[in-house]
């Protein structure tokens, strides 16, 4: 009476303890056991998979819990991302990490930006406008002079004027 309970509990204690591959909390883990156990009584009844607000209903559980707990139990076990994709994925020797990201063409961008934002600092405040209209707005020089109120000849000299002197910074 006595000892077929308390190894039962230290079996328990010890799968609870070691068997997940990422650490989950105990009430969680229980949580994740009863919605397990839920689930396949009501896919044996219901002859199809239940969804997440039948199985909170069977067990008197919030639907978040329930989804909680299905994610979780997940964390039961990992696989290894030098696992081998399975068959006719990405070719013969393709692993997870393989699969997992890539590489972003636009990170250069970040450097560059950060190298002209310094230098268009540098420049007066007429000449940052005239530069924003012409390259962000893709007005033409034309608009431009009519909106800055300066002819069309005097915003080619200021752009061309700019471009040089962000150029000479950035070089530096």
Not at 69 to 81: I, N, Q, T
Not at 111 to 132: F, S
Request: hydrophobic share 45%; proline share 5%; net charge neutral.
């Amino acid at each position: 009476s006595f000892a077929v309970p308390s190894i039962l509990g230290e079996l328990k204690r010890h799968f609870r303890d070691h068997g997940w591959a990422a650490r989950v909390p105990r009430p969680l883990q229980e949580r994740v056991l009863k919605v397990n156990s839920c689930t396949e009584r009501l896919s044996s009844r219901l002859g199809r998979a239940p969804k997440p607000r039948e199985v909170a209903a069977e067990i008197g559980m919030s639907v978040e819990d329930v989804l909680e707990a299905l994610e979780a139990g997940s964390a039961f076990d990992a696989m290894s991302l030098d696992a081998p994709l399975s068959r006719g994925e990405e070719g013969p020797g393709a692993t997870y990490a393989e699969s997992v990201g890539a590489v972003d063409d636009r990170f250069e961008f970040v450097e560059d930006r950060t190298v002209v934002a310094a230098t268009l600092r540098a420049l007066p405040t007429r000449e940052r406008q005239v530069l924003a209209l012409r390259f962000a707005e893709d007005m033409t020089q034309s608009e431009i002079a009519a909106r800055v109120g300066i002819s069309q000849m005097h915003v080619s000299r200021l752009i061309r004027r700019s471009l040089e002197r962000l150029q000479a910074v950035a070089a530096a």
